[in-house]
């Protein structure tokens, strides 16, 4: 396939579909809310790193998030980049070979800004493991839809045995530490290298049966044309989001001490089902998006700036990593060890909307993120003719 000079510097906004773009704009916000309270430090944490000795209002948004945006959001981005891995693969005019080496060239890169990004801000990237996925299961572009859902099924068994495990250990050995602690910007490096080095498999394996099932709802381009599946992903919102609802609420109750002294043989099944049942709630978030385009004659302004979000959502989301960084970590801000749950989750939120308000900036200017600009280079080269 030969790819221009000016193909690659053109906005992404045009040929795109709306849901998709939609979609991954709102994710961020709960990415930002999932990742916010993970700055603090100098707090008794629980299950899912949410400070247990704050006041009222920030352990009923602990809770909230716990049940609604924690294990919801990052299955929902699992799925999204799924889809996006076919809706790559179908722009290419060149054999599967060709196919192949360009989605594991662009991965190698992926997983290169992920090291980045826990070298310089942060050691929660899921860069890391989405570009480590991708490397790893662009052959199932190849498997038939059955073969695709037998793997997704098989996998759910390891997801959970791996899910088990880890809620043993915080069962055991606490909760996750200040990991975001650091007095000055080089003491942490080490550290933030060491959790991302762990963290990133265990994302993959956490992340590989929404990626399946996002190959699989591409191929029936139940985003790019919602009007047509409504009736199918209004059934998959309401049964997803239900489901996560119920199956975070154990777990919300007892990172938010409405339960306590409760032993493990109760609180690891707790964690268990809120890990499985977010897989059900990211996919339940993202058919509700794609439900809501599917009524969408014409966007709306707020409509037109998620989406350029979505457009832009690798630029934002390391925007958000800069934003924490210079706010809360000890060296800069510093606000992580003084402000609770609740203020940091409204900081996120504040966060986003400067996203958003950034992306529609961009769009309305014809530009790229820098970010996606400069993935798209260095995945498909300098030169004028790129053979991808």
């Known amino acids: 396939m030969s790819t221009s000079s000016a193909t690659l510097g053109r906005p992404l906004a045009r040929g795109r579909s709306l849901a998709p773009d939609l979609a991954r704009g709102a994710m961020l916000l709960m990415i ?6 993970m700055y603090l430090s100098g707090h008794r944490t629980g ?19 716990v049940a609604l945006v924690d294990g919801r959001a990052m299955p929902m981005f699992a799925a999204l980049f799924g889809y996006g891995f076919v809706q790559i693969a179908s722009k290419q005019a060149g054999d599967w070979p060709r196919t192949r080496r360009l989605l594991r060239r662009r991965s190698r890169w992926l997983l290169a800004f992920g090291f980045g990004h826990a070298l310089l801000l942060f050691f929660g990237d899921i860069l890391g493991a989405y570009g480590l996925a991708g490397l790893l ?13 037998v793997f997704a099924g098989l996998w ?9 495990f880890t809620g043993m250990q915080i069962a055991t050995h606490g909760g996750p530490v200040d990991a975001m602690a650091a007095a000055d910007p080089l003491s942490g490096v080490g550290e933030r290298l060491v959790l991302w080095g762990v963290l990133t498999p265990m994302l993959l394996v956490e992340l590989l049966v929404p990626f399946l099932l996002g190959v699989w709802a591409a191929r029936r381009r139940l985003l790019e044309e919602p009007h047509r599946h409504v009736t199918a992903l209004r059934t998959a919102a309401v049964i997803g989001i239900g489901l996560a609802v119920v199956g975070g609420l154990p777990l919300a109750l007892l990172d938010t001490q409405v339960l306590t002294g409760a032993p493990a043989a109760l609180t690891v ?46 630029t934002c989301y390391l925007l958000q990593s800069v934003v924490f960084v210079a706010v809360f970590v000890p060296y800069a801000g510093g606000l992580g060890t003084r402000l609770g749950t609740a203020a940091a989750s409204g900081i996120a939120v504040v966060t986003w909307l400067a996203t958003v308000v950034l992306a529609e900036a961009l769009r309305r200017n014809d530009k790229n993120g820098p970010a996606e600009w400069l993935l798209r280079r260095l995945t498909y080269g300098r030169a004028t003719s790129v053979r991808s």
Do not use: E, K, M
């Open 32 to 37: 930002a809310l999932a990742h916010a309270h």
């Open 47 to 65: 299950f899912r790193g949410y400070a247990v000795d704050g006041g009222t209002l920030d352990r009923v948004v602990a809770g909230v998030q």
């Open 137 to 149: 299961l662009v052959g199932v572009l190849r498997l038939s839809d059955r073969a695709l859902l």
């Open 156 to 164: 759910l068994v390891v997801h959970g045995a791996v899910i088990t």
């Open 269 to 314: 099944p707790a964690y268990v089902l809120h890990g499985l049942t977010g897989l059900a709630g990211g996919l339940g978030y993202a058919a509700l998006v794609g439900a809501v385009a599917a009524h969408v004659a014409a966007p709306n302004r707020i409509i037109t700036a998620l989406a350029a979000c979505g457009q832009r959502s690798l």
